[in-house]
């Protein structure tokens, strides 16, 4: 319990009338309802009335507590709060008693795949997607050792696997701390943009994050905690930048090119797993007369946070998620801000944002039996239905629609939202609303970015980039502005999944080689983890493995889970190594890209200036099945598909 909500509790232990109240003001009170239910059994609570609210532009129905329910369902939460008996303990519900409960959180009938898919959203397991010895716990051999490289949360998922299941690893950070993405990136202002009730491990329960929506440094806090307890840390080699991994088939084993302090030395592994995530390698800006600027030019992925800001005058190219989230903090503090976009963005709201949890809110997570579950599972399922937005419907499109009714109902949500935000500024619409459909491209959070726009000290600029001159930046309608520091919100080289690294299979080819090949059209995995030729190389966040909805932590979890089932089956088996069949590799992207051609990414305006569609004019970033279907295909490690050897 927090300092707040212990001074709440009087003497007599009783919680402060008006400190309850307020804990269920901010409440989700259909997660209370089977919060509730889970701890007293009292089945009454299944029947109350439930009501929808219409969500973004009505995309989406929100599931809520009908009004005349309201007032009698806080009175039982608040007398079992009062009176919960001092040794209650928490039970894991049996999975009909679970899939019951889901379907009475909605009054939705389940059907056997959105079941498999949802069973471990609200984490009653201890250890969620945990991979686990068939029989008894073997001896693994002698040497026999997984080079995990990258120490943000992929790195760290498959490391918990692996501690868990007592196979020897090294997990190999190239920085001084773990992290990944959390660690590299300092720029102004910078946090998720998912709620971290979705962007987190759900087999660590319960943490006590101060925002809904963290700060870098309390993400990596966050980590550093995780590797720490769940025994990872002392594997980690920290400042150890793997160069280069060869396959040697002689011995089947990885010969690993690893620096340390400057130090190169080589070091074996049977397997690897690259944990270097998507968005490791800056895509810097490519513009005439950008070495003769006297300022100083900062991609955001390399920003340490002591850039000098107060009181100069600053450019920010971009405006993807980094170039909106910064912007606000960036012009509270700069004498000028120039805002150059290249695209207009859907540029949306999002729920709590930039909020504190409040101490009455964290009380109530850490004193109602089964809330924060459901609260999880709340959030998890809720935009699920949103998946819809990302699958154009012909019949809707052939008598004049745009994508389908659910996203033309949410574009033109959205188009309002621009409107509103802009006030008597009608002249910045055509400049700001974007042609593509929402969806096509990458959701951004407004962080405050239209308000800021409207600032007297803040220019956008739309006119294209023509040159840099020594003192600023020149468009090509010849005008000049001069800036003291330019900040380059430009993006990721996202084709280069794997980077720094060079990794060389069996045939001599690195995968570099092998995804530039335009026949190919670029990166390609098995179910996004492995790649014929390169044997025992596992991916984390690989191609096409971005989830169209829900929380990347548990694709994170699921992953790892596959890749420890993977080496289980190798361990077992008395394998060397093992490869994904060819055929079944070819067979996987041919069945993708057919249902990829069914999504939104494909369609006119969506496909240019977006990072998912890669210079070969394929989607390359994420999965276009629906999760439920995405879960069925890596619920299980199926030995059949890889030679073993």
């Known amino acids: 319990m927090t300092e707040e909500g212990r001074l709440a509790t009087e003497a007599t232990g009783s919680v402060d009338e008006e400190f309850m109240d307020r804990a269920l003001d901010d409440a989700d009170l259909n997660a209370l309802r089977l919060a509730l239910y889970q701890a007293t059994g009292d089945e009454s609570l299944l029947e109350l009335p439930l009501r929808t609210v219409p969500m973004y532009g009505g995309a989406l129905d929100q599931t809520v507590v009908a009004d005349e329910a309201v007032a009698p369902l806080r009175a039982r939460v608040k007398e079992f709060l009062r009176n919960r008996p001092a040794d209650f303990t928490e039970v894991k519900p049996a ?31 201890d250890h969620p997607r945990l991979a686990e010895w068939t029989g008894a716990r073997p001896a693994v051999p002698e040497g026999f050792q997984v080079a995990v490289i990258g120490a943000g949360f992929g790195g760290i998922a498959v490391a918990v696997q692996l501690e868990h299941l007592g196979i020897p690893y090294r997990v ?25 009730f979705l962007y987190q491990f759900f087999f660590e329960k319960n943490y006590p994050w101060t925002e809904y929506f963290a700060r870098a440094g309390e993400v990596r806090e966050y980590l550093e905690h995780v590797a720490k307890k769940y025994g990872v840390h002392e594997h980690i080699s920290f400042g150890s930048d793997v160069k280069e991994a060869v396959f040697d088939a002689g011995s089947g084993r990885w010969e690993l090119d690893v620096e340390t302090d400057g130090r190169r030395q080589t070091l074996s592994a049977n397997a690897v797993v690259s944990a270097s995530g998507l968005f490791a390698t800056p895509k810097h800006l ?46 509270s503090r700069a004498r000028s801000v120039g805002v150059f976009q290249r695209t207009p963005q859907w540029i949306s709201p999002r729920e709590r944002y930039g909020e504190l949890i409040s101490p009455e809110t964290r009380w109530l997570l850490d004193t109602m039996p089964y809330y924060w579950n459901w609260y999880c599972y709340s959030i998890a399922t809720l935009r699920l239905g949103g998946q819809v937005l990302q699958e154009p419907d012909p019949k809707w499109q052939a008598a004049g629609g745009l994508v389908n009714e659910a996203n033309d109902g949410y574009r033109e949500s959205l188009t309002q939202y621009v409107k509103s935000k802009l006030g008597d500024r009608p002249d910045l619409w055509d400049k700001l609303i974007p042609q593509h459909a ?71 080819a690195t995968l570099e ?49 596959y890749t420890a089932e993977g ?32 999504l939104i990414w494909y369609d006119a305006g969506s496909k240019d200036r977006n990072y998912y569609v890669n210079e070969f004019g394929r989607q390359q970033v994420n999965v276009p099945w629906r999760l439920e279907e995405y879960h069925r295909l890596l619920e299980r490690f199926d030995p059949g598909d890889y030679h073993f050897a």
């Not at 190239?174 to 971290?196: I, K």
């Not at 800036?483 to 045939?507: C, E, H, S």
């Not at 670029?522 to 971005?546: E, W």
């Open 438 to 508: 929402p969806m096509a491209r990458r959701l951004i959070v407004d962080n405050n970015w239209y308000a800021s726009l409207l600032e007297d000290n803040v220019e956008l600029v739309t006119e294209s980039i023509e040159r840099f001159t020594p003192t600023g930046i020149r468009t090509a309608d010849g005008k000049e502005r001069s800036y003291d520091l330019v900040f380059t919100a430009t993006g990721f080289a996202t084709q280069k999944y794997l980077w720094p690294t060079r990794y060389r299979g069996l045939d001599g």
């Open 95 to 125: 999975d009909a008693e679970l899939r019951g409960m889901y379907e009475a959180f909605r009054n939705e009938k389940l059907t056997d795949r959105d079941w498999a898919y949802r069973r471990d959203l609200a984490a009653f397991d």
């Open 513 to 561: 080689e092998r995804w530039s090949d335009p026949e190919g059209g670029g990166p390609r995995a098995y179910l996004s983890i492995t790649v014929p030729d390169f044997p025992n190389l596992f991916i984390m966040y690989g191609p096409n493995s971005q989830n169209r909805s829900g929380s990347l932590i548990v694709w994170m979890e699921t992953w790892a889970r």
């Open 172 to 196: 190999y950070e190239r920085r001084p701390e773990l992290g990944g993405t959390w660690s590299s990136n300092a720029y102004p202002d910078v946090r998720v943009d998912t709620t971290n």
């Open 567 to 598: 080496l289980v089956a190798l361990i077992e088996g008395g394998h060397r190594h093992l490869t994904v069949r060819e055929e079944v590799f070819e067979e996987y992207n041919r069945r993708l890209d057919e249902a990829m051609l069914s």
């Open 286 to 331: 490519d513009v005439p007369g950008i070495e003769d600027f006297r300022g100083e030019i900062v991609h955001t992925a390399e920003c340490t946070g002591q850039e000098r800001i107060d009181g100069r005058d600053v450019a920010i190219i971009g405006n993807g998620s980094t170039g909106v989230q910064m912007m606000s903090e960036v012009r």
